[in-house]
């Protein structure tokens, strides 16, 4: 959850980064990403994205995801709904419904969880999104041999919507972004989450760029994270240790700071995108979970 939720937010933003170009303040980058955003979504009814996600040093996929956006008007609000599906072995274990006005959750075995918002935190593209969106220029530099253009985002975690039960688990997000001077798309995007338990840290790299019946899709997503525990993660993690039988213990313990040091690489990969395909209502009915 962890790394695809980091993900999910990341792709958004990503996808509605201007395609004119760049220019010279984060504010006008961000007025010319609204103006991009409108122009490419004119035409977009609804797209359906299908993906697989694999794990470094594996050849088989570890899930596969599917995303569909469908437009429609709630409140007088021209809005995108979503759904995102997760699945492992051909059968879904995760879904995540955005419908104008609510998040809803659900996993296979569980209860669906409900909760308001007025824009859709899992960063699908949205006019409500870029008015959030605060961000400084902070220079420009060359990755991956692209001269990009740099923003500090000031609010990524009003961005991020994190749930009332989780809050204090985030005391802070640092966000910064990548995106071309030349071909005005995202290249990349860092996070960095520090909390009570330690700190998170994030680079989503952005690759491949199609465009689909005008939308830029990035083909490949590559997010790479590792987490630095803090003091009192440590000394949770000690006490664990503490029951475990002491011939065991030290075998344990350098077990678990192998896998605390460990960088997780994740890539995901477009297989398909459908646009306008008359995708059905009741896709995104929240209350149709559990059910379906």
Known sequence: ???????????????????????????????????????????????????????????????????????????????????????????????????????????????????????????????????????????TETLDGHAVEVLQITNMLDLMDVPAGERKMVESVEATAWIGSEDPVMRQMRLEISGPMGQMKSVTSYEDYRSESGMLVPYVTITRGSTEPSEKMMEMMEARLQQVPEAQREAARTQMMAEMGKEDVETTKVVSVEVNTGLPDDLFDGNALGTQ
């Open 1 to 139: 959850m962890r790394t695809t939720v980091l993900t999910a937010v990341c792709a958004g933003i990503a996808a509605v980064l201007p395609t004119a170009a760049p220019a010279a303040t984060a504010e006008e980058v961000l007025a010319e990403a609204l103006a991009s955003y409108e122009e490419q979504m004119e035409n977009i009814e609804d797209v359906t994205i299908t993906s697989v996600v694999t794990e470094a040093g594996e050849e088989t996929p570890k899930r596969a995801e599917t995303k569909y956006k469908q437009k429609a008007t709630v409140d007088e609000r021209e809005v995108y709904l979503s759904r995102s599906e997760w699945s492992e072995d051909g059968s879904t274990t995760y879904v995540r419904i955005y419908d104008g006005k609510n998040l809803w959750e659900w996993s296979v075995g569980d209860e669906p969880s409900k909760r308001e918002v007025d824009y859709d935190p899992s960063a699908v593209i949205s006019e409500e999104i870029l008015e959030r969106l605060e961000a400084e220029h902070v220079g």
